[in-house]
Structures are given as structure tokens and as C-alpha cells.
């Protein structure tokens, strides 16, 4: 008789109970007229490898291969990043607000929340992320302005699917040889708190820094607060006609220190102040054979300052915007921000100064097919009858998408300084928007730039892995003594080919341009063939 109830209640523990703990739950739909939310229960984590097997154009031996190479993001990582856990109120907006966190990691390509059922009146959210693959060794030769530079790298941006970063690389550039070693963990020790830090042998000197901190890491963030340092020694180079006149040598020792507090406005909108420390000891030498003839004062700036932040949150979601084949979250809400600093001798200055830093951004979107951007930025040293590197800077972008694959840009820099050191003058050339000109071509204390672009990415996929495109652009611009010069314009025009990877942290979209100077035809060469990788497309 005991080994028959014995059986029964094996056949009810088999059959029944899940049949019990299933009618507990229903499929997910959006609560009607429910005064309150309801609340978060089970919170399942999928992490999805680089390539998706179960697509048969992603299943050949390569994309195997890539995803067994590939350490994958470990489920505490993107645990620890949610803003929500079980036994919380379900809402859409945090829900938002996490994708959006989690997708501003390199290490992740997408992110995905949703609900799925309700279980026991309890939401159970399924959180699904994919990983980008991570580790990047690269040998990368470009030409712009007429000059050529190099580099070799290692790039792990997931060590051991932790999210740590480490990057390792060697180039040669115009100016000086490089060798850079960085590390970034932006949750250190499985929390928000973050830590970077940077070392560079460089043939012209060194530098090194360090930053940690507790940043607003989302818009409810009460506090935040930061610690940072840094030494540099090198050479700056001054230009004239595009070719290096002199050398201006620095060194600089920089410490700042912050503590932020957060003040809810609305729903939306949070006003942010901070209190903090600043301190540059900055001295300039001549260097040997390249002197330059006005070589900036040795100076020390130390000062408190306090600063305030305004921010309205409004978020649009954009594909190949500034990327490739990538999701893209832009801001198109109100930024705000103002510090001031009181430099004085009283705090070991060698001048009294009030410092100014201010910058405002927003967006536009007239239509899904429509987008604007813009932002206006003010800094610099003002003291009594003197001011020192003072600029300003105005800039927009505006896009107009024809379909997915293909958008005309247009983009647009105004920027004008007063008093600037001998190293700090505005530049235009081949590095800066000016194509087909040659590198750091035009100096002075104003600056403009037009540029007018028109993009296409072709359907070819080779891989799931590769995305190609094309561009026809036309530039204009100038920059100028504003004292001693009367501005001259300069134009380019000119055509490039894109290729970008769509499966890696690191995200840099190659470029091959033809571009063909305009104007200065007897003093430049007729075509500028310009090779290089950038991170935005």
C-alpha cells in the first residue's frame, strides 16, 4: 500500500506540479489603469556570443571558430550593471534607461530588455545581450596631409569577460613616436566606481595619469565624486603653410578633485552641482634646433571652483549615424553645464585669474528623417585687463537620411580665440576637415570649417562581419591671424571608400579618400590620397 501511494506521488510530482506552477502564470501585457506597478520577479540574463550559429549565414567554421576564441561577458558583469532587481517595482523607463547603459559598453554590440510573462502577479524580465568580439590585434597605416603614420596594437576591451580594458600600441605619427599602455575598468571590483589609468614612452618625453571616481552613472544618481593626476613632458610642434617652424617643449603636472550632488527637478530633468579642486603647474623649454621665438611664461594654476549641470533626458535610437551596423543612443535632450575656478596667489598661483568653462548641446528631430545637433563651448583664463587662451566654439550636424543605408551630412565649425599661447593656435588642414590640403596647413586665433557629405553603405555583408560603403564630399574652410592676416578660404573636393567591421569593440571604420584641392593649386599638391581608420563613420 506505501509503494502505491509512493507511486502516486511520484506521478503527481512528475505530470501535475508543473502544470500547477504554469497556470501561476500568463503570458505579459500591459497593465491597464493599474495605480500601482507590479512587481519585479524572476530576472533572466542571456548572453549571447559574437556570431548567431542558429542563422545559417553564421554558422560556417570561421564564425564557430570566432565564438569558441571568445571569452564570453560573465553573467555577474552585466548583473551587477542593471538598475533593477528582483522584489523592485517594474519600470519602463529603468528598463530603457539599463539597455541604454549596457549598450554604451564596448564590449557589448546590443541589448535587449523585455518582459516576458507574469508569474504570482510578479514581472519576469528577460535581459538579452551580445557580445562584440574583443580582443584586437592591429598593424594600421594611414596618410593624411600629406603624411604618413603607423601603428601596432593589442586591444582587449573584455579581459576574461570581466569588461576590464588594457591596450597596448606603438606608433609613429607626423610629430613623435608612441608607446601607450592603457587600463580601464569602469566597475571596479563589481561596482560602479571606476579606474583608469595610462603610461606613454614617447620620443619626446612621457606621460602618465591616473582617474578614479564614482560617476552620476545613471539620471537618479544622487552623488559623485572623482580623483585624478597626471605628468606630461613633450614637444609641440608649430605649423606654417603646413610645414613644422618650431617646437614649443612643456611640461605639465595636473591634479583635480570633485564631489557632485544631484537635485531632481522633474521626472525628466535634474540639476547636478559639484565642488572641486584644480592645480596645472605648466612650464615651457626651448628645443634644441627648433627654438621657438615666443615661448609661452612658466605658470601655476591653483584654484577651487564650483560648477553646475543641467540635464534633460530625451534619447533617440539611430542606426548608422556616426557608426556602422551598430544601435546608436543620442541625446537629444537639453546639456548644461558651468564652472568657475578662482585662481589666486593665495593658493600658490603665479597670476590671479577667474576660470570659465561652459558648454550647451541639444538636438532636433523634425521627423524620423530629419536630425540636428549642435553644441557651443566657452573657456579660458580672464583677469584684470588680461585674458589667456580664451576660445569659442560653435558646432552643428545635420542629417538627412534618404533610407538605412544612406544619409547626406552636413556639418559646420566656427571656432574664434583670444590671447592664446604659441601652442594652443586653431589649426585647418589635412587632420582636421581640410582633405586635400596638407596637415595643419592654415594657423591663427579663428577658424572655420563647412563640410558637405553624402554617404551609402552597399547590401554586400561578406562574412556577417564586413560593411562597405562610398562618400562624395566637399569641404570649405579657413584659419587666420585675425590681427596680422585677412582670412583666406580654401576648398576641396573629393570621393572615398569605407569599410568597417561590425563585430568588434573597437569599432573603426577604414577610409580610403581622394581628395583635390581647389585653391593654393601652385603651392599643393593636385590630389591628397588620405588612408586612415576612425571610430566615427
Given at each position: 500500500?506505501?509503494?502505491?501511494?509512493?507511486c502516486?506521488?511520484?506521478?503527481?510530482?512528475?505530470?501535475?506540479?508543473?502544470l500547477?506552477?504554469?497556470?501561476d502564470?500568463?503570458?505579459?501585457?500591459?497593465?491597464?489603469?493599474?495605480?500601482?506597478s507590479?512587481?519585479?520577479?524572476?530576472?533572466?540574463?542571456?548572453?549571447?556570443?559574437?556570431?548567431?550559429?542558429?542563422?545559417?549565414?553564421?554558422?560556417?567554421?570561421?564564425h564557430?571558430?570566432?565564438n569558441?576564441?571568445?571569452?564570453?561577458?560573465?553573467?555577474?558583469?552585466?548583473?551587477?550593471?542593471?538598475?533593477?532587481?528582483t522584489?523592485?517595482?517594474?519600470s519602463?523607463?529603468?528598463?530603457?534607461?539599463?539597455?541604454?547603459?549596457?549598450?554604451?559598453?564596448?564590449y557589448?554590440?546590443?541589448?535587449?530588455?523585455f518582459?516576458?510573462?507574469?508569474?504570482?502577479?510578479?514581472?519576469?524580465?528577460?535581459?538579452d545581450?551580445?557580445?562584440?568580439?574583443?580582443?584586437?590585434p592591429?598593424?594600421?597605416?594611414?596618410?593624411?596631409?600629406?603624411?604618413?603614420?603607423?601603428?601596432?596594437?593589442?586591444?582587449?576591451?573584455?579581459?576574461?569577460?570581466?569588461g576590464?580594458?588594457i591596450?597596448?600600441?606603438?606608433?609613429?605619427?607626423?610629430?613623435?613616436?608612441?608607446?601607450?599602455?592603457?587600463?580601464?575598468?569602469?566597475?571596479?571590483?563589481?561596482?560602479?566606481?571606476?579606474?583608469?589609468?595610462?603610461?606613454?614612452?614617447n620620443?619626446?618625453?612621457?606621460?602618465?595619469?591616473?582617474?578614479?571616481?564614482?560617476p552620476?552613472f545613471?539620471?537618479?544618481?544622487?552623488?559623485?565624486?572623482?580623483?585624478?593626476?597626471?605628468?606630461?613632458?613633450?614637444?609641440?610642434?608649430?605649423?606654417?603653410?603646413?610645414?613644422?617652424?618650431?617646437?614649443?617643449?612643456?611640461?605639465?603636472?595636473q591634479?583635480?578633485?570633485?564631489?557632485?550632488?544631484?537635485v531632481?527637478?522633474?521626472?525628466n530633468?535634474v540639476?547636478?552641482?559639484?565642488?572641486?579642486?584644480?592645480?596645472?603647474?605648466?612650464?615651457?623649454?626651448?628645443?634644441?634646433?627648433?627654438?621657438?621665438?615666443?615661448?609661452?611664461?612658466?605658470a601655476?594654476?591653483?584654484?577651487?571652483?564650483?560648477?553646475?549641470?543641467?540635464?534633460?533626458?530625451?534619447?533617440?535610437?539611430?542606426?548608422?549615424?556616426?557608426?556602422v551596423a551598430?544601435?546608436?543612443?543620442?541625446?537629444?535632450?537639453?546639456?548644461?553645464?558651468?564652472?568657475?575656478?578662482?585662481?589666486?596667489?593665495?593658493?600658490?598661483?603665479?597670476?590671479?585669474?577667474?576660470?570659465?568653462?561652459?558648454?550647451?548641446?541639444?538636438?532636433?528631430?523634425?521627423?524620423?528623417?530629419?536630425?540636428?545637433?549642435w553644441?557651443l563651448?566657452i573657456?579660458?583664463?580672464?583677469g584684470?585687463?588680461?585674458?589667456?587662451?580664451v576660445?569659442?566654439?560653435?558646432r552643428?550636424?545635420?542629417?538627412?537620411?534618404?533610407?538605412n543605408?544612406?544619409?547626406?551630412?552636413?556639418?559646420?565649425?566656427?571656432?574664434?580665440?583670444?590671447?592664446l599661447?604659441?601652442?594652443?593656435?586653431?589649426?585647418?588642414?589635412?587632420?582636421?576637415?581640410?582633405?586635400?590640403?596638407?596637415?595643419?596647413?592654415?594657423s591663427?586665433?579663428?577658424?572655420?570649417?563647412?563640410?558637405?557629405?553624402?554617404?551609402?553603405?552597399?547590401?554586400?555583408?561578406?562574412l556577417?562581419?564586413?560593411?562597405t560603403?562610398?562618400?562624395?564630399?566637399?569641404?570649405?574652410?579657413?584659419?587666420?591671424?585675425?590681427a596680422?592676416?585677412?582670412?583666406?578660404?580654401l576648398?576641396?573636393?573629393?570621393?572615398?571608400?569605407?569599410?568597417?567591421?561590425?563585430?568588434?569593440?573597437?569599432?573603426?571604420?577604414?577610409?580610403?579618400?581622394?581628395?583635390?584641392?581647389?585653391?593654393d593649386?601652385?603651392?599643393?599638391?593636385?590630389?591628397?590620397?588620405?588612408?586612415?581608420?576612425?571610430?566615427?563613420?
Amino acid at each position: 500500500m506505501s509503494s502505491c501511494l509512493a507511486c502516486l506521488y511520484g506521478l503527481n510530482v512528475v505530470f501535475f506540479s508543473p502544470l500547477l506552477l504554469a497556470a501561476d502564470c500568463k503570458p505579459w501585457t500591459l497593465p491597464q489603469n493599474q495605480e500601482q506597478s507590479p512587481l519585479l520577479g524572476n530576472i533572466i540574463i542571456e548572453i549571447k556570443d559574437v556570431f548567431d550559429t542558429t542563422d545559417e549565414n553564421e554558422n560556417s567554421w570561421f564564425h564557430r571558430s570566432t565564438n569558441y576564441f571568445h571569452y564570453k561577458t560573465r553573467k555577474s558583469v552585466i548583473e551587477n550593471q542593471l538598475l533593477f532587481k528582483t522584489g523592485d517595482s517594474y519600470s519602463p523607463e529603468l528598463v530603457t534607461e539599463t539597455e541604454r547603459l549596457l549598450r554604451a559598453n564596448r564590449y557589448i554590440k546590443s541589448a535587449r530588455i523585455f518582459p516576458t510573462r507574469i508569474c504570482d502577479d510578479k514581472v519576469e524580465l528577460q535581459v538579452d545581450t551580445t557580445d562584440s568580439w574583443t580582443l584586437t590585434p592591429g598593424l594600421s597605416f594611414g596618410r593624411s596631409g600629406g603624411v604618413n603614420h603607423s601603428a601596432i596594437s593589442v586591444e582587449e576591451h573584455n579581459l576574461f569577460g570581466y569588461g576590464t580594458e588594457i591596450e597596448f600600441e606603438t606608433s609613429k605619427g607626423s610629430e613623435r613616436s608612441q608607446d601607450i599602455l592603457t587600463y580601464r575598468d569602469n566597475n571596479l571590483l563589481g561596482d560602479r566606481y571606476t579606474f583608469n589609468a595610462n603610461y606613454q614612452d614617447n620620443s619626446d618625453g612621457r606621460a602618465y595619469g591616473f582617474s578614479t571616481g564614482l560617476p552620476f552613472f545613471q539620471f537618479a544618481s544622487q552623488y559623485a565624486w572623482n580623483v585624478s593626476a597626471s605628468s606630461t613632458i613633450g614637444e609641440n610642434a608649430l605649423y606654417e603653410g603646413g610645414k613644422v617652424t618650431s617646437y614649443v617643449g612643456r611640461e605639465d603636472h595636473q591634479f583635480s578633485s570633485y564631489y557632485a550632488w544631484a537635485v531632481s527637478e522633474t521626472k525628466n530633468s535634474v540639476n547636478r552641482y559639484r565642488i572641486g579642486w584644480s592645480f596645472l603647474d605648466s612650464k615651457t623649454f626651448e628645443v634644441l634646433n627648433h627654438p621657438a621665438s615666443d615661448l609661452p611664461e612658466d605658470a601655476v594654476y591653483s584654484s577651487p571652483y564650483v560648477g553646475w549641470q543641467y540635464h534633460r533626458q530625451n534619447y533617440i535610437v539611430k542606426n548608422n549615424l556616426f557608426g556602422v551596423a551598430v544601435i546608436e543612443d543620442v541625446s537629444i535632450g537639453y546639456n548644461a553645464d558651468i564652472q568657475l575656478g578662482w585662481i589666486n596667489e593665495a593658493w600658490g598661483a603665479t597670476q590671479d585669474f577667474l576660470s570659465l568653462k561652459a558648454t550647451y548641446s541639444r538636438g532636433y528631430q523634425s521627423d524620423t528623417n530629419q536630425l540636428a545637433l549642435w553644441d557651443l563651448n566657452i573657456s579660458g583664463l580672464f583677469g584684470n585687463g588680461t585674458n589667456k587662451d580664451v576660445t569659442i566654439r560653435a558646432r552643428g550636424d545635420w542629417f538627412i537620411f534618404h533610407n538605412n543605408q544612406s544619409r547626406l551630412h552636413v556639418h559646420g565649425i566656427i571656432e574664434a580665440g583670444n590671447e592664446l599661447s604659441s601652442d594652443q593656435q586653431l589649426t585647418i588642414g589635412g587632420d582636421s576637415g581640410l582633405l586635400g590640403y596638407p596637415l595643419k596647413y592654415q594657423s591663427g586665433d579663428r577658424k572655420f570649417l563647412f563640410s558637405l557629405e553624402d554617404r551609402y553603405l552597399f547590401d554586400w555583408y561578406p562574412l556577417h562581419l564586413l560593411k562597405t560603403g562610398a562618400s562624395v564630399f566637399a569641404n570649405i574652410g579657413a584659419a587666420w591671424d585675425s590681427a596680422t592676416e585677412t582670412r583666406h578660404t580654401l576648398r576641396d573636393v573629393g570621393f572615398g571608400l569605407l569599410i568597417a567591421s561590425t563585430r568588434q569593440s573597437t569599432m573603426k571604420i577604414g577610409h580610403l579618400y581622394f581628395a583635390f584641392p581647389l585653391d593654393d593649386n601652385d603651392l599643393v599638391d593636385g590630389f591628397q590620397i588620405v588612408i586612415g581608420a576612425e571610430s566615427k563613420f
